[in-house]
């Protein structure tokens, strides 16, 4: 991330999520994931969340989910955070324990995952942002693109997982063009030498 993108997304955070993209800041540095390039997963399990090849999961090519009011949310939360990246706010060595925890880059395997696993439901949007159906959708269409957010723990009443930002350590062309386009109501959007669309 280039420092003028640091400010501008830390200033569209501010109020709303508090230090959620200058840890983001912190953790990937310039156009890097947050867990490198082969590994994107807790690092407590191993478990894949993003991959060094792009795959593009069976669900990229499946019919959007009905929608579901209330959503049947898996309530295995403990599971769910193992499949996340869960982000170092403070840079104290901890991540997840309660309430909202931000994490890294999820590739479009990892997104399937927790649209499969009822973790994620297809219709939550983060205010303005696009569906997380959508999200997925541009993630799968768009190898080496990845999506970050946050999860809300299961003592809230608000319990979810939600999208708030698409994210691509390269870009060339091709993928601006359609970014600009997909992004063209993100609150910060950066498509220099990188994407990276946030929707606060």
């Not at 994107?40 to 060094?52: C, E, F, I, L």
């Not at 929608?67 to 309530?75: E, H, L, S």
Request: aromatic fraction near 8%; charged fraction near 20%.
């Amino acid at each position: 991330m280039r420092p003028s993108m640091n400010l501008a997304v830390s200033a569209g955070v501010a109020v709303a999520c508090g230090l959620a993209v200058v840890a983001v800041t912190a953790s990937l540095g310039p156009a890097e994931p947050a867990a490198g390039p082969a590994v994107g997963a807790a690092t407590t399990t191993g478990m894949p969340v993003s991959t060094g090849v792009p795959v593009r999961p069976a669900l990229c090519d499946a019919e959007r989910p009905a929608t579901r009011d209330p959503f049947p949310f898996n309530r295995d939360a403990a599971r769910r955070d193992r499949l996340l990246p869960f982000l170092d706010l403070l840079g104290n060595g901890e991540t997840f324990t309660g309430g909202a925890g931000f994490f890294g880059p999820v590739d479009a395997a990892g997104l399937a995952v927790l649209l499969d696993g009822k973790w994620l439901d297809p219709d939550d949007r983060q205010n303005a942002a696009p569906s997380a159906w959508e999200i997925f959708q541009f993630v799968c269409d768009h190898p080496g693109t990845h999506a970050q957010g946050y999860a809300i723990s299961p003592d809230r009443e608000d319990y979810r997982v939600s999208l708030e930002t698409v994210w691509a350590p390269e870009i060339d062309n091709a993928l601006r063009a359609d970014a600009l386009e997909f992004c063209a109501d993100a609150d910060a959007l950066e498509t220099s030498d990188h994407l990276e669309c946030f929707w606060d």
